[in-house]
């Protein structure tokens, strides 16, 4: 092995030899890329998403030297925050009580370096980044910018997807590169989520951008609740609109059950988010439980979710699990 990697070394572009400009791959790391792929080891991947998918600390810790998450930004009242911040979830229940501004960012470029840094220097040896829907966030522009300066392969997934849906993905990621499966191949069973959402009302969508003006000034005039879906492509659209919060939660659970009879048999993963709406979640919950192969997950949105819904939004994800071929 040793004569067989001296002699691809020494094959390789002279001007690798000299020292790498900014952000190119240094040639120890090309080497170890060859190593590997006459060895068929796969390389130690390191998963990194945003906040966006809510994972918990407890998450994140078990899967400690292989996953890490870069938070996103919440400005509440000109207060800024770090989403994860403890103390976010109550200043925006009280900055939408009070009427404060609320707002989100994406992370900047050098926190996205600041988290390949890490991985790298913790033994990663490629890099698979999980980003929220680009058609919601330029998240996964700002993690392809550093990742041009990043010592090692750097990919880049846009998840079509927020909350509990991109967390299935990163954690199946995560878990396959524990286990020495292909992380992006478990990332990709795992995406598909169907995904609907209910607000109290479109404004604060409206003021993200999410949705149209024309939507959201309709749906106030007729004290409509909407019924919001996301697509395949990740973006988000009003799928229906009902009268009073009971009907909603009602539909909720009908569209839900609705594609676990349609859908092909096989195991169904249901959970439920919101913000500040726990016993309407509990309710939502309920009539989708003997529905799902494990109990219904419930959960608070991820604060960088709530910024855009408000207090009283529900979430409903269902997702059919689809098994790789390794696990077949």
Known sequence: ???????????LPSSLERQPARG???LGHRI?????????????????????????????ASYRGYLSV????????????????????QALAMGFALGQSVSTSRPAPGKFREAYDHAVENGAERIIVITMAGKLSNTADSARLAAEQCAVDVEVIDSCSAGFGQALAVVSAADAAMTGRDPVEA???????????????????????????????LGNLLSIRPILRFDDAGSISVLERVRHTDRALQRLAELGIAHV???????????????????????????????????????????????HCGPGAIGLIVHRVMHSKAED
């Not at 069973?189 to 409206?206: E, K």
């Not at 016993?279 to 997950?297: C, F, G, K, N, Y």
């Open 187 to 217: 990332a990709q069973h795992a995406m598909g989520s169907h995904i609907w959402l209910t607000v109290p009302s479109l404004d604060a969508l409206r003021k993200g951008g999410r949705v149209t003006i024309a939507a959201s000034v």
């Open 70 to 89: 870069v938070p996103m930004h919440v400005t509440v009242g000109g207060q800024v925050y770090n989403d994860g911040d403890p103390d976010l979830q």
């Open 1 to 11: 092995m040793s004569d067989r990697l001296s002699s691809l070394a020494r094959r």
């Open 261 to 307: 009879s349609e859908a092909e048999p096989g195991d169904v993963q249901v959970a439920v988010q919101h913000f500040a709406a726990e016993e309407a979640a509990i309710e939502v919950a309920d009539a989708l439980e003997p529905h799902s192969s494990w109990p219904v997950t419930i959960s608070p949105l991820p604060s960088v979710l709530a910024a």
């Open 32 to 60: 170890a890329a060859l190593a590997r792929a006459y060895s068929g080891r796969r390389p130690r991947t390191w998963i990194i998403t945003d906040s966006a998918a809510g994972l918990s600390d407890e998450v994140v």
């Open 24 to 26: 190119q791959p240094r």
